[in-house]
């Protein structure tokens, strides 16, 4: 698959789900969404450049506005975008920049940011090694990587267990362009291998397990 047609795939996809996307994913993982903005806010501070990738309707950027000093964040999905605009508008945060841009190439000056963020994004991406190595990119000296990510290869309920092989179904068909089934030791080698050292980890959420990690971006090798 080219980069155009992958590019489409998504942004279709994205385009189609965003009217909707904080009635349904607030209603089943508000409390993840909660603790995500926590613990994004107990690593930043008020001084912080921040940007987050694969921003959706902005439900963590917009949380996070009073944490730093700026946040850009963006999506792939033009319509996800006016989603997060119309709320930050109506919030009235004006600290918060929303764009559209693909994740695997961003047009913003390397080491450049205090912090990335990366949530719920990892496991509905084609290429994440190609999202992890612009985020290192972009992130200062010892900047500070924040995720959570789906692990759908954990141990979970039966009707989860169902749900997922409908998932599955759904990706090949191309209902759902890509997905992931990541163990939690997966991404931690993800991290390490592109050149994060993991600070700390926490189960958000359980079924399935949504999975944090702060990380911190390694000192080049002398």
Same mark, same amino acid.
């Given at each position: 698959?080219?980069?155009?047609?992958?590019? /489409?795939?998504?942004?279709?996809?994205?385009?189609?789900?965003?009217?909707?996307?904080?009635?349904?994913?607030?209603?089943? @993982?508000?409390?993840?969404?909660?603790?995500?903005?926590?613990?994004?806010?107990?690593? $930043?501070?008020?001084?912080?450049?921040?940007?987050?990738?694969?921003?959706?309707?902005?439900?963590?950027?917009?949380?996070?506005?009073?944490?730093?000093?700026?946040?850009?964040?963006?999506?792939?999905?033009? /319509?996800? =975008?006016?989603?997060?605009?119309?709320?930050?508008?109506?919030?009235? =945060?004006?600290?918060?920049?929303?764009?559209?841009?693909?994740?695997?190439? $961003?047009?913003?000056?390397?080491?450049? @940011?205090?912090?990335?963020?990366?949530?719920?994004?990892?496991?509905?991406?084609?290429? +994440?090694?190609? =999202?992890?190595?612009?985020?290192?990119?972009?992130?200062?000296?010892?900047?500070?990587?924040?995720?959570?990510?789906?692990?759908?290869?954990?141990?979970? +309920?039966?009707?989860?267990?169902?749900?997922?092989?409908?998932?599955? $179904?759904?990706?090949?068909?191309?209902?759902?362009? @890509?997905?992931?089934?990541?163990?939690?030791?997966?991404?931690?080698?993800?991290? /390490?291998?592109?050149? @994060?050292?993991?600070?700390?980890?926490?189960?958000?959420?359980?079924? +399935?397990?949504?999975?944090?990690?702060?990380?911190?971006?390694?000192?080049?090798?002398?």
């Amino acid at each position: 698959m080219d980069e155009i047609t992958r590019q /489409e795939k998504e942004r279709s996809v994205w385009n189609k789900l965003a009217a909707g996307y904080d009635a349904r994913s607030l209603q089943m @993982f508000k409390e993840a969404y909660e603790l995500s903005i926590q613990e994004a806010c107990a690593v $930043l501070s008020a001084q912080d450049r921040v940007l987050e990738i694969g921003c959706g309707t902005g439900i963590i950027a917009l949380g996070i506005a009073t944490c730093a000093k700026t946040v850009v964040a963006t999506d792939i999905s033009p /319509e996800m =975008i006016s989603v997060a605009q119309g709320k930050a508008a109506s919030q009235g =945060i004006s600290n918060v920049s929303f764009h559209t841009h693909d994740g695997y190439s $961003l047009p913003y000056e390397s080491q450049s @940011f205090d912090a990335v963020l990366l949530f719920n994004v990892l496991h509905f991406v084609k290429e +994440p090694s190609s =999202i992890l190595q612009e985020a290192h990119r972009l992130l200062k000296p010892s900047g500070t990587l924040v995720s959570a990510t789906d692990c759908y290869a954990e141990p979970a +309920p039966i009707p989860t267990r169902l749900k997922l092989g409908l998932q599955r $179904l759904l990706n090949w068909v191309g209902v759902i362009p @890509f997905a992931w089934y990541y163990k939690k030791e997966d991404l931690h080698v993800l991290f /390490e291998e592109h050149g @994060f050292s993991i600070a700390e980890t926490e189960e958000l959420h359980t079924d +399935p397990v949504n999975y944090y990690v702060c990380a911190q971006k390694k000192a080049p090798r002398p």
